[in-house]
C-alpha cells in the first residue's frame, strides 16, 4: 500500500489548527468551497470540479485539540483510504503530521495527490496564521 505523508510547523497553537482538519466549516477555508455535512451522521461531502468528482468523508476520530482522522467513502481511488491528522503542541506552536494511508497503489494519480496535499498543508498554516488564502479549489476548479 501507498501513503501520502506531509509535515509542517504552524504559527499557531493546536486548538486553532484542530478546528481547520475537524470539520466542514475548517475544509471550507482551505479545501474546497463546495463542502456540505451531515449533521445527523457528521458526514462531510466535498465537491470538485462542479461536482465531477466528489469525496464523502466520515471521522472515526475526533479527540481535540491532538488528532482528526477521517475515512474516505468515496472518491477516485480515495474509497477506502484514510486521512490522518495529528498535531503536536510547541512553544505556542503546532508540529502537523499528515497521512492520507491506505492508497491500493501508487498510481500517477495517487502522485499527483501528493503535490495537491503539499500546497493544502500551505493552505492550513496560512489559514491558521491569519492569513486568508481562500479554499484551494472553487466549486468550478483549483483556485490559481
Not at 12 to 41: C, H, I, N, Q
Not at 42 to 47: A, F, I, R, S
Request: proline letters at 4%.
Amino acid at each position: 500500500m501507498h501513503d501520502i505523508k506531509h509535515a509542517i510547523l504552524i504559527e499557531a497553537e493546536p486548538s486553532k489548527v484542530y478546528t481547520l482538519v475537524s470539520s466542514a466549516e475548517g475544509f471550507r477555508k482551505w479545501w474546497a468551497a463546495d463542502v456540505t455535512e451531515d449533521a445527523a451522521t457528521n458526514k462531510v461531502e466535498l465537491g470538485f470540479f462542479n461536482r465531477a468528482t466528489s469525496y464523502r468523508l466520515h471521522p472515526t476520530l475526533l479527540a481535540p485539540p491532538l488528532q482528526a482522522q477521517w475515512l474516505c467513502e468515496t472518491g477516485k481511488e480515495w474509497s477506502g483510504t484514510k486521512l490522518l491528522f495529528d498535531l503536536k503542541a510547541d512553544a505556542g506552536r503546532t508540529l502537523l503530521h499528515f497521512t492520507h494511508t491506505d492508497w491500493q497503489a501508487e498510481s500517477e494519480y495517487a502522485i499527483s495527490c501528493t503535490t495537491v496535499w503539499g500546497e493544502l498543508m500551505f493552505r492550513i498554516k496560512a489559514v491558521a496564521e491569519g492569513k486568508n488564502p481562500g479554499p484551494l479549489f472553487s466549486a468550478s476548479g483549483m483556485a490559481y
